[in-house]
């Protein structure tokens, strides 16, 4: 199956459903002006072709690395990120980064930094209430500088989460927005042509909704 321009191609490492991210992004490319095309694909060539790409994924991150590399997905990937609007969401994110605490596992490297758990010592509320991991449910996101998938939601909108590790970047530049959860966290990156961040869009109402159609449009 060969891609053509302006298809957005969500890539399919085996981790997760992606029915629901899939789904979500037809909504609103079918508003967007170029009514664009969304495809799941495991298929490098695809991947290649795609006008966009969007990187979801769930599960461990050991897990998600060698089923990656399995797939022969990792140049593909890699070229995205260099290449075109590339989207990371959730294990999307953690993958970018240098290493991971869970499994301590490579990853890809695109960004510096490690991917952290949170500390159990310091999973308090302000009251001293004990936080659960994973952090899991609807948290405020809060934007750390302007950028183009942020356009119309406001700075402090609540997203879902579901994860039990966050990212460290070496450059504190490219965070994109932060979130507290007994510690705070960086809860999206932001780079040249790569957004990409720790909750899900797809899951979080109107706010999600406004971040893929965001991303639909950006021009980076």
């Given amino acids: 199956m060969a891609a053509s321009s302006g298809t957005i191609a969500v890539i399919d490492y085996g981790m997760g459903n992606l029915r629901s991210v899939w789904q979500a992004l037809v909504h609103v490319a079918g508003q967007s002006k170029g009514q664009r095309e969304v495809v799941v694909t ?16 769930q599960g461990a ?8 590399d399995a797939r022969k997905l990792r140049p593909a990937v890699l070229d995205a990120a260099k290449t075109k609007p590339f989207l990371g969401i959730c ?8 290493q991971s605490e869970e499994g301590n596992v490579p990853g890809l490297g695109v960004f510096a930094g490690p991917v952290r758990r949170f500390p159990a010592d310091r999973m308090l509320t302000p009251e001293g209430v004990r936080l659960k991991v994973p952090h899991m449910g609807w948290n405020e996101v809060m934007q750390n500088r302007p950028h183009a998938l942020w356009k119309g939601i406001d700075d402090g909108a609540r997203f879902y989460f579901v994860h039990s590790y966050y990212v460290d970047p070496a450059d504190r530049a490219c965070i994109a927005c932060t979130t507290q959860y007994g510690v705070p966290f960086t809860s999206a990156v932001a780079r040249d042509n790569i957004f990409a961040i720790q ?3 797809e899951k979080s109402a109107q706010a ?13």
């Fill in 42 to 57: 495991a298929d490098p060539d695809v991947v290649a072709a795609a006008e966009r790409v969007v990187f979801p994924g």
């Fill in 61 to 68: 991150m050991p897990d998600c690395m060698r089923e990656l």
């Fill in 91 to 98: 294990i999307g994110l953690q993958m970018l980064f240098e």
């Fill in 199 to 201: 909750c899900h869009p």
């Fill in 208 to 220: 999600g909704l406004a971040l893929l159609s965001n991303f639909v449009e950006w021009m980076p």
